[in-house]
């Protein structure tokens, strides 16, 4: 600390860092970055108290002949946005257009159903940034060696 100025050490040892998983720290803090950001933007402001400032699940299911998980999306909507958290088909049913299905369903789900006008999703180069294209998304940012040796790409699309 020789090269250090005192009254910044002395600023230092005013706090307990710590590095622990706190679920209930974890949500005061999402309330305090909430209550800032809303504070700082009018957009949010504008959302709070409106059933457009909660994130709402969407879920799409199929299901083969004998009842088994043949494909689903996982994701949510929020404000005029679909979020595609998870998109999987089985081995056994790619190729046959069920991704395209559950997609299709969600995108129009979220734009009938919840006013969304955007979509989003995040993949890998080894999986589905392809399909996505040909689905009408764009690359809107690209992240190398995210984990190191892939690349993750995020997409969007308006939802016509």
Same mark, same amino acid.
């Given at each position: 600390m020789q090269n250090c100025p005192a009254d910044a050490f002395m600023v230092w040892r005013m706090f307990r860092i710590e590095a622990e998983v706190d679920k209930a720290r974890r949500d005061l803090l999402r309330s305090r970055l909430r209550d800032t950001n809303t504070a700082a933007s009018p957009v949010l402001r504008a959302l709070r108290g409106t059933? @457009? /400032? #909660? &994130?709402l699940p969407l879920h799409v299911w199929a299901s %083969? /002949?004998? @009842?088994r998980l043949a494909g689903g999306l996982v994701g949510h909507t929020w404000t005029t946005w679909l979020h595609v958290t998870y998109l999987w088909v089985d081995d056994r049913h790619r190729g046959s257009g069920l991704g395209s299905r559950l997609? +299709? +369903?969600? &995108?129009r789900l979220a734009r009938d159903e919840r006013d969304c006008r955007s979509a989003r999703v995040e993949t890998w180069d080894f999986q589905a940034p392809g399909f996505y #294209?040909?689905? @009408?998304? /764009? $690359? $809107?940012? $690209?992240?190398? %060696?995210?984990p190191p040796g892939i690349t993750e790409y995020t997409l969007t699309k308006t939802l016509n």
């Open positions: 059933p @457009g /400032e #909660r &994130e %083969d /002949e004998a @009842g997609l +299709t +369903t969600a &995108e #294209r040909k689905k @009408g998304y /764009e $690359v $809107v940012c $690209v992240i190398p %060696d995210y």
